[in-house]
């Protein structure tokens, strides 16, 4: 069992910004690929971003790469998702995710069928 809690969502204007966390147990946190996904509504879920414990290293999709960062916090320990100038389309249910990967870009190549390791979800919600 790899307990995963998100918190920090919620509702903000166009162009706002939000931080999420995930919380994390130290053992999950030094030896998995921890990251995140979003589920808009009426669509597949899809990779975010994601970091690994060989030397924080992180990936992050194109679609948010610039306005989204992904970040290691040691003392929770937790990975946070700061987003930035948040637009209508970023409206999503966002989770994190851990897994065994020799690499965080593996994360967002995997299927997601075989992640097995999930939160329960952070609803965030961009109004125009």
């Known amino acids: 069992q790899v307990p995963l809690v998100e918190s920090g969502g919620g509702l903000v204007q166009a162009g706002g910004s939000l931080r999420l966390s995930c919380a994390v147990s130290r053992e999950t946190f030094n030896r998995y690929v921890i990251g995140w996904f979003r589920q808009a509504p009426g669509q597949e879920r899809q990779f975010v971003a994601s970091?690994?414990?060989?030397?924080?290293?992180?990936f992050t999709s194109d679609s948010v790469r610039g306005q989204f960062i992904i970040s290691r916090v040691d003392a929770k320990p937790a990975v946070d998702l700061q987003m930035n100038n948040l637009k209508p389309e970023d409206t999503a249910v966002y989770f994190c995710a851990a897994e065994q990967l020799r690499s965080a870009r593996a994360m967002s190549e995997i299927a997601i069928s075989n992640l097995k390791f999930w939160g329960q979800g952070a609803q965030v919600t961009v109004s125009s």
């Open positions: 970091t690994t414990w060989r030397g924080g290293g992180t």
